[in-house]
């Protein structure tokens, strides 16, 4: 099943990267959210992404957005990962990969990577709505950045 433009945005619980659960309907009280799926930690494409979110967190903080990356990785990765990188947001572990597969964008197959995230951007309103919505089916691709400011700046 995939989530939809104009459609509500699957609520979940994971825990972040220092195991703390991080809940969607919570996180939309304070304003719009950035929802950054993954395919893995440390992987270079990945890390670009997740470095482009982090250096425009201005940008993002200034129409009270927050980012959250999701991946299958176990959190213990991801605490390794976000301290390397200096990431000012949650990185939270769907490695049960129930949240992937609730967006739809579940990826089967990636390289040999069996159900991993397929890298992916949602813009989800404080009613939890989703605004923008960006599936790449070739994980060497980065997201449309200046789409993800355009929605935010939407609402």
């Given at each position: ?133 960006e599936v790449l089916e070739d994980a ?16």
């Amino acid at each position: 099943m995939s989530v939809e433009v104009g459609r509500k945005a699957p609520d979940f619980t994971l825990m972040n990267q220092d195991h703390e659960p991080v809940t969607l309907s919570t996180l939309v009280q304070a304003g719009p959210v950035v929802i950054a799926f993954f395919p893995a930690a440390f992987s270079g494409t990945c890390t670009a992404e997740l470095c482009t979110f982090r250096d425009s967190l201005p940008a993002l903080t200034a129409v009270n957005a927050q980012v959250v990356g999701i991946s299958v990785d176990t959190f213990f990765a991801l605490k390794g990962f976000a301290d390397a990188q200096g990431f000012g947001f949650p990185l939270l572990s769907d490695f049960n990969k129930e949240v992937i597969r609730d967006y739809g964008v579940f990826n089967p197959d990636m390289i040999g990577l069996k159900g991993i995230a397929k890298r992916s951007v949602f813009v989800v309103d404080r009613q939890r709505v989703v605004r923008h919505r960006e599936v790449l089916e070739d994980a060497r691709n980065e997201p449309d950045y200046a789409a993800v400011q355009a929605a935010l700046a939407a609402l």
